[in-house]
């Protein structure tokens, strides 16, 4: 059984570099598609492909915009030559106890067509998070922070939707956890996607949708014995940011006054459907 990544990235040179090693050594390939990067991240690809060789597949795939995302995903799909696949944003760092259980449970799955996981979304800095009750993508009886990230490559497979309400359907067009053959496991990943993804902010102002993501939240410390993925701990290249800043005063203020308000509205959000 073959099982290959998916990792698309545009200016996210700050996590890039984790989100692969994180995963590299329990997957077969990893497809590593730039989407029209400004800042350091194709001279990552190039070093994580220098260093990884034939286990890493990089393109330059060209910009795109949500209304175009959708066939991005579909042409990673068309070029898996693989049974499963495993989605792997360039904001997203697995611990290696998480990616051997998830590539696990896949090789050793009979009826599933795919694997939904919990993540930690940090806020602030990568030293707090926001509560599972947070996230509003709801899988079945599953509400939060969850994320469908292990495919079947299953007949008529395709890649349908605009980004943010986008997701991998049958030939018949119905998503693939509407078709209840979805499975939870309890393999979480930390997801930075409320955090800068770079040096400054002003790459992260060209990527669509980018400008929303930045929070101003004051979220729940980890413990002071907290276990962070073994990626953040690997050896890196000099030019590879640190992932241990803290926030800064100013973005403390904000959070503070902000944060009630975001509790309040969280309430009253509208539950997604998860992909």
Not at 45 to 56: F, G, Q, T, V
Request: charged content about 30%; overall charge positive.
């Amino acid at each position: 059984m073959k099982i290959w990544a998916h990792t698309l990235f545009k200016n996210e040179e700050r996590w890039l570099w984790f989100a692969v090693t994180s995963v590299i050594d329990s997957v077969d390939k990893i497809l590593l598609w730039d989407t029209g990067s400004t800042d350091r991240s194709w001279e990552i690809a190039k070093e994580l492909k220098s260093k990884y060789k034939d286990k890493i597949d990089i393109k330059c795939y060209g910009d795109t915009t949500p209304e175009t995302f959708p066939k991005v995903r579909q042409a990673m799909l068309d070029a898996t030559k693989a049974d499963w696949f495993i989605v792997v944003d360039a904001d997203e760092i697995w611990w290696d106890d998480s990616i051997r259980n998830l590539v696990s449970s896949i090789k050793n799955e009979k009826q599933a067509e795919a694997f939904v996981v919990p993540n930690y979304n940090v806020v602030g800095d990568i030293f707090h998070y926001l509560p599972q009750s947070a996230g509003n993508y709801r899988f079945g009886s599953k509400k939060g922070n969850y994320a469908l990230r292990a495919v079947k490559v299953i007949d008529g497979l395709k890649s349908v939707g605009q980004h943010g309400v986008w997701g991998w359907a049958d030939s018949d067009g119905k998503q693939i956890q509407e078709r209840n053959t979805f499975k939870f496991i309890d393999a979480p990943y930390i997801h930075t996607t409320f955090l800068p993804r770079g040096e400054s902010r002003e790459f992260d102002l060209l990527v669509p949708k980018r400008s929303k993501k930045l929070k101003y939240e004051i979220g729940i410390k980890f413990p002071r014995d907290f276990y962070y993925p073994e990626s953040f701990f690997k050896s890196r290249p000099d030019f590879i940011l640190s992932p241990w800043q803290t926030m800064t005063n100013s973005y403390r203020l904000k959070a503070y006054i902000q944060t009630p308000i975001k509790k309040m509205k969280r309430r009253f959000v509208k539950n997604k459907i998860g992909y």
